[in-house]
């Protein structure tokens, strides 16, 4: 089984900078990809950004500029930089895993507010 656990969401101003992390743990044997996806009210949940055991990264065209995906293969650990937050990017921001199998995180809440 894999856990992925997530941190770094909160409240922001719009303008302001957060960082998640996403740190995988458990039976890994192979990671494909890791990514970042969201999820606001009545919303579907959409991508946010990808980035492949290559080192390939994918991005919404709404955060291209503003979010980079990066990771830390030696810990399994993926990090989500947004800066210039604006208030249509508060949602639910989940990890998602693909390997063998595909995990996701359980969610952490991003609200940008004045």
């Known amino acids: 089984q894999v856990q992925l656990v997530e941190s770094g969401g909160g409240l922001v101003q719009p303008g302001g900078s957060l960082r998640l992390s996403c740190a995988a743990s458990?039976?890994?044997?192979?990671?494909?990809?890791m990514g970042w996806y969201r999820q606001a009210p009545g919303k579907q949940r959409e991508l946010v950004a990808l980035?492949?055991?290559?080192?390939?990264?994918n991005y919404a065209g709404s955060v291209k500029g503003r979010f980079t995906i990066s990771r830390d293969s030696a810990k399994n650990t993926v990090y989500l930089q947004m800066n210039s937050l604006k208030p249509e990017d508060t949602a639910v921001y989940y990890c998602?895993?693909?390997?063998?199998?595909?995990?996701w995180g359980q969610g952490t809440q991003v609200t940008v507010s004045s």
């Open positions: 998602r895993l693909t390997g063998y199998s595909t995990y």
């Open positions: 458990g039976s890994i044997f192979s990671i494909y990809s």
């Open positions: 980035i492949t055991s290559g080192g390939s990264t």
